[in-house]
């Protein structure tokens, strides 16, 4: 197996994403400037319960912030990894134990021995994707620079001078 195998087609990806209500982002950063900051505030403002994971802090993004993923007191649909591949065995471990269906390992997060364990035991896998550029480009969610006409177009936008 390879790479390929787990970035997910467009039909699992939405099924994923369409499915999960309630996330928990190990790894998930107070700074802003961070991508797991930045991919865990879109999905919380898209309707999804974000948990952040990351002993760091006791609190992210007006959430409570938990040690691991094992402390977590209620259902966890997605687990969301943005760690090193090297810390993945123990999150592995710890998204089977708390009985979470899909295993989602950010872009450039890739371990192929932890993926087919993973998928062996019954998880939805999705490796070197991001949650947040997959939601927004199959949910409509695409924005750049402000902008979100919910429409991919060739064609520039027409601008009006005043």
Request: proline share 6%; aromatic share 6%; with cysteine.
């Amino acid at each position: 197996m390879n790479v390929d195998d787990f970035r997910g087609d467009i039909p699992t990806l939405q099924r994923v994403l369409g499915n999960a209500r309630t996330i928990a982002v190990v790894g998930l950063s107070r700074n802003w400037e961070r991508p797991s900051n930045f991919a865990a505030k879109y999905m919380q403002e898209h309707g999804y319960r974000i948990i952040p994971v990351n002993p760091v802090y006791d609190e992210v993004l007006g959430e409570r912030c938990y040690k691991d993923l094992t402390e977590i007191p209620e259902p966890v649909d997605m687990v969301d990894v943005f760690r090193k591949p090297a810390d993945l065995p123990p999150i592995l471990e710890q998204t089977l134990a708390i009985g979470a269906k899909t295993l989602w390992l950010q872009i450039g997060v890739i371990d192929l021995a932890v993926a087919e364990r993973a998928r062996a035991a019954g998880l939805e896998v999705v490796m070197d994707r991001c949650v947040k550029i997959e939601h927004a480009r199959l949910f409509g969610g695409l924005n750049f620079v402000g902008v979100n006409t919910r429409v991919i177009s060739s064609h520039r936008m027409k601008t009006i001078h005043n």
